[in-house]
């Protein structure tokens, strides 16, 4: 490891190609996502970031895990190897064990494996047997404690589809036969005191086999595929970038790759605690709640469709520039969505608004009252605007509506100042489809289904109805 120069390999693929690796996109990443815990009260529990690594034995998937648990020194990772879940062999396999496959799935107890993913995922620690490769037996086990990162290796770890749709990420570590087999024979005659010859033997028998017909198979459910293993630096600087981005993310975002919350700068924050201060003036609520959602809105801009469009500058070059999608509206949500047209307005000249009035009591009780929409809303994107998303009943109601009037789910993007978890939840899972950007995710809802910690009634602090 280490003394190959890093060198910029690009295999053909249908994935997209990144400097010595592959990957299927962050989009793809995303949507690997498990469900998150929910509590009963909707709140969400932290989730760890599970990676599975995959590859031919000896490839080198200890080294790449072991660069990734360095490069990640900050986290608390934990590293489960499917060897420890190797069965115990019976006592007549004992007396020919040259004839026993380890190359086989049925070597392993898949569902041993799958209860301690699931309990280091709910964030339970676990025993976890250790295998001796020189009695062929658990002998003793060891105490894996939840983290933040959990990396399960081993060769046949994509297997089953069970463990697999638990992983948040797959990398297949893929080393050339020739280059695995010198280094197994090194480690097997070496640390394990195998004989030379046993060892070829085992690996004409099972192990090329087992590589062609089970392992092979499962490179197509990885994500990124890394050529040269733990000697290729440039692949695993990225895989580790991308983890960071994972984990400083907001579990809901984890979960619904269409889900944006925007970038927290201590500015944000600011304004944040100014508008949240009970004790904050209306004049100082206005502005910085204009700030902010000013901040969303170019936000949710961004989200749209562009196409790429060239311009002479005065210098007479050429910039490749792009051009803005000319299809779209604006629709509030009264009365609190009212307060998000002028920013709309301010970046999108000669916009179009529509309305929706909802009638909202409690969690329950939505009623359409009034909605006046531009006709040809079903050929535009539509920015629908509501500071406050809470239960999530307001949204689903004027979504529902944009909908039936013929607006494709997708065509959505829906502005918020804040979200809770619950109407995350109901939002996105009825519309997966549609985009949420917003500039806080909050912790909850109370009994009264207002926001928490919120910023107490949007409208009456935005327009002044909060006197006494
Ligand atoms: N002979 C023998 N081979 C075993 C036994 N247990 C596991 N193996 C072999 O170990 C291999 C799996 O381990 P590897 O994937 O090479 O181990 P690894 O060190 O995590 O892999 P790399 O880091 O990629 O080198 C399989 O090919 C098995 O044939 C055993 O008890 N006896
Ligand atoms: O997700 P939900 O639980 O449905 O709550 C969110 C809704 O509540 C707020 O409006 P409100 O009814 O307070 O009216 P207002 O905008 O007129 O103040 C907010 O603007 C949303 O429309
Ligand atoms: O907390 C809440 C919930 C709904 N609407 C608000 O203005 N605030």
Do not use: W
Not at 161 to 168: A, F, G
Not at 333 to 349: P, Q, T, V, Y
């Amino acid at each position: 490891m280490g003394s190959t120069p890093v060198e910029y390999l690009i295999e053909s693929s249908s994935r997209a190609h990144f400097s010595g690796f592959h990957m299927d996109g962050m989009q793809a990443m995303n949507s690997q996502v498990g469900e998150a815990t929910t509590s009963v009260n909707g709140n969400v529990h932290k989730q760890p970031f599970i990676i599975g690594v995959a590859g031919g034995a000896a490839s080198g998937k200890t080294t790449v895990c072991d660069m990734i648990i360095e490069q990640l020194h900050d986290q608390r990772v934990v590293l489960v190897n499917q060897d420890s879940f190797y069965l115990n062999l019976t006592p007549e396999e004992l007396t020919r064990v040259h004839e026993y496959n380890f190359d086989h799935p049925d070597a392993f107890d898949n569902e041993k494996l799958l209860s301690a993913v699931e309990m280091l995922k709910h964030g339970k620690a676990v025993d976890i047997p250790k295998y001796d490769f020189r009695s062929y037996k658990n002998i003793v086990s060891r105490r894996v404690n939840p983290s933040d990162v959990i990396i399960l290796e081993g060769i046949l770890i994509f297997h089953d589809p069970r463990i697999r749709e638990l992983m948040n990420m797959k990398i297949f570590v893929d080393t050339d036969a020739d280059v695995s087999l010198a280094r197994r024979i090194r480690r097997d005659t070496g640390e394990k005191g195998r004989d030379i010859s046993m060892v070829l033997d085992q690996y004409s028998k099972f192990v090329k086999p087992a590589f062609d017909d089970f392992i092979l198979p499962t490179k197509k459910y990885a994500d990124i595929i890394i050529p040269r293993g733990g000697d290729n630096h440039v692949a695993i600087d990225l895989i580790v970038q991308h983890i960071r981005t994972k984990l400083g993310q907001h579990d809901l975002c984890k979960i619904y790759p269409n889900l944006y919350v925007i970038h927290s700068t201590f500015q944000i924050r600011g304004m944040h605690t100014l508008i949240r201060d009970a004790q904050t003036t209306k004049h100082d609520f206005v502005f910085y709640a204009d700030r902010l959602i000013r901040l969303v809105v170019e936000h949710g801009l961004g989200h749209l469709p562009f196409t790429e469009k060239q311009v002479v500058t005065p210098t007479e070059s050429v910039y490749t520039g792009v051009d803005f999608c000319k299809r779209l509206c604006g629709v509030s949500i009264i009365r609190s969505g009212e307060s998000m047209e002028n920013a709309l307005r301010a970046c999108c000249k000669g916009i179009k608004i529509g309305k929706i009035l909802i009638h909202r009591e409690g969690d329950n009780g939505q009623q359409l009252i009034y909605e006046k929409l531009p006709q040809d809303i079903s050929d535009r994107h539509v920015l629908l605007l509501d500071p406050i998303l809470g239960t999530g009943n307001s949204a689903v109601e004027a979504i529902s509506l944009l909908l039936k009037k013929g607006v494709p789910e997708a065509n959505i993007i829906f502005l918020n100042l804040i979200s809770a978890p619950q109407g995350v939840h109901v939002v996105c899972k009825r519309f997966p489809r549609i985009k949420i950007v917003t500039s806080e995710i909050e912790t909850g809802l109370n009994q009264e289904f207002r926001v928490l910690p919120g910023m107490g009634e949007f409208g009456d602090r935005y327009f002044g109805t909060d006197d006494e």
